[in-house]
């Protein structure tokens, strides 16, 4: 039961915004399901043989949430230059 549940909830945390181009799907909404996923992850009981696995995945979710973020920064400082249009 639990594992459907956690399945359902990844599968309907949030939907992405109805666009004409799928990837332009706004930051804020990617790290909003990426800040989902870390809640679920910690969700996870602990033990000796999960400990480092979740450790891990919560690991790469920071590391992505932080390129992300700095990918983000580096457009806006390039619309605001107006080197990029959109």
């Known amino acids: 039961m639990h594992n459907q549940q956690l399945t359902f909830t990844l599968m309907n945390a949030t939907q992405p915004p109805d666009t004409e181009n799928p ?3 706004e930051t804020k909404h990617i790290l909003r399901d990426l800040d989902t996923v870390r ?3 910690l969700k996870i ?3 000796a043989d999960t400990y ?3 450790q891990t995945a919560i690991d790469a ?8 973020q700095f990918m983000a ?5 390039q619309r605001r230059a107006g080197e990029i249009k959109t």
């Open 23 to 25: 990837w332009l799907v």
């Open 61 to 68: 979710i920071w590391n992505l949430r932080y390129s992300i």
């Open 52 to 54: 480092l696995p979740a």
């Open 39 to 41: 809640e679920l992850i």
């Open 45 to 47: 009981p602990l033990h």
């Open 73 to 77: 920064a580096i457009r806006s400082e």
